[in-house]
């Protein structure tokens, strides 16, 4: 055994307040370096707790533990998504359970909407976590955007898709859609041009 | 200017999770209008972490220590997960005679179910949109004087005012408002606006008209109703 758990007597007296500063160092190194030793100690802290509150949840200790193992998962899988200036580690924590509790409830009673926990409240989606925090106003220029680029000739939109909405470099479009790398570059341009365009005279 | 909110309970209960799908989807489409009520949210979700999570743990027996034991062994042999990528962006705005609306973040998942307009009586339009439950969803829109007769409702309905005004005769709505109806409620929504009022509703039973010779409609209120 690499790591054991150090269940610690003081653990179970310490608010989430009162170690949130250190809990956000530890999932900050797990981000950061993988830090097994650190992720140890959020386990240790939030593993416990989580199961109190599912198995008040969800009545059973198998989908109980299953729900912890769940979020501990995302913890460690996603700890870069985590970020210390939107929320405390406890709230972040308690929302990835929540979602997923709502999910595997949905799942359980065989509910037939078609939604789930990540279109509402957008928690672990990288694209989208930050939709919510913004402004009225910046959501709404989002949009306008949203909207701009819909009008773009398809060409230069599967262009502009390729490189800022999947990250790709110039070249690998290039190479995927079989066209020069100089052709990328202008329709580039072009694009960033008319929606430059769009966005004046909107204003 | 929002005025009307859902009430801090559904709020609360919102943030724990606890509101069946349809009324979450509501209330979040209502949130991603509404900044008051995203702040509410975001303090209320804070509150119930702390809340949930103080709870020191008890009973714990060598088994469950075990348990846990193992589960921390198997979470750490995961992989880190890759960066998540959306291939494309989702539709975010609805046409309607050549006008564009934009539609809140979570009802855009939506838009592709969209069926397409169909133009009822009293300059009334809507689109039926699927949610997959059982009820209806439809996007309304209520042409500059136009409305539905006045009626009651069997079950609940949830409206979302997305852009434009209507008057229900009990109250004045605007952009981002939000309605909870039921059999209690008597209302006729009418919009003056000059540009009209597009709303979103879900209803889980038919309409009921209540007067005049709007309830004649009864028989086919399953028209207001997908």
């Given amino acids: 055994m690499l790591v054991g758990i150090p269940l610690e007597q003081s653990n179970s007296v310490v608010k989430p307040k009162d170690c949130a500063g250190e809990m956000s160092e530890y999932i900050v190194a797990v981000a950061e370096g993988r830090c097994k030793r650190s992720f140890a100690r959020v386990f240790s802290y939030f593993a416990p707790r989580l199961r109190s509150y599912a198995l008040k949840q969800m009545g059973n200790e198998a989908l109980a533990m299953e729900l912890v ?108 859609l079989s066209i020069p790398l100089g052709t990328v570059k202008s329709r580039t341009r072009l694009a960033l041009q008319r929606l430059k365009g769009m966005l004046q005279d909107h204003d | 200017m929002t005025k009307f909110h859902p009430a801090p309970e559904q709020l609360k209960q919102f943030a724990q999770g606890a509101l069946s799908p349809v009324e979450a989807i509501m209330i979040s489409a209502h949130c991603d209008m509404c900044a008051r009520c995203q702040h509410v949210v975001k303090t209320e979700t804070a509150q119930q972490a702390n809340h949930v999570l103080s709870d020191s743990p008890s009973n714990y027996t060598e088994h469950i220590r075990q348990d846990l034991d193992s589960m921390l062994a198997s979470i750490t042999q995961l992989p880190k997960a890759r960066p998540f990528r959306s291939s494309r962006i989702p539709p975010s705005t609805i046409e309607l005679d050549g006008r564009r609306f934009s539609v809140p973040r979570t009802l855009r998942k939506f838009i592709p179910t969209m069926g397409n307009w169909s133009g009822l009586v009293g300059r009334l339009w809507q689109a039926p949109v699927d949610i997959g439950a059982s009820g209806a969803a439809n996007f309304i829109y209520m042409g500059p004087g136009g409305g539905v007769p006045e009626h009651t409702h069997r ?68 028209v207001f109703f997908r």
Wanted: hydrophobic share 40%.
């Fill in chain 1, 69 to 176: 193992q769940d979020t501990m998962s995302n913890v460690w899988q996603k700890a870069h998504l985590f970020n210390a200036e939107k929320g405390s580690p406890s709230t972040w924590i308690f929302t990835i359970a929540r979602n997923i509790r709502f999910d595997m409830l949905r799942k359980l009673q065989n509910r037939k909407e078609d939604i789930c926990s990540d279109d509402l409240w957008p928690v672990l989606c990288e694209q989208t976590a930050d939709a919510n925090e913004t402004s009225l106003d910046e959501q709404i220029t989002l949009e306008q955007i949203g909207f701009m680029f819909e009008s773009l000739p398809i060409k230069q939109k599967a262009v502009i898709e390729a490189i800022y909405i999947d990250g790709k470099s110039q070249q690998e479009v290039a190479d995927e």
């Fill in chain 2, 155 to 222: 079950g609940f309905e949830f409206t979302l005012v997305i852009d434009g005004e209507f008057d229900d005769g009990i109250n004045h709505y605007a952009a981002g408002d939000f309605i909870a109806m039921d059999e209690e409620h008597t209302h006729t929504p009418r919009s003056d606006d000059p540009h009209g009022c597009l709303v979103f509703s879900v209803l889980d039973q038919p309409l009921h008209f209540t007067s005049g010779i709007a309830r004649l409609l009864n028989p086919f209120s399953h």
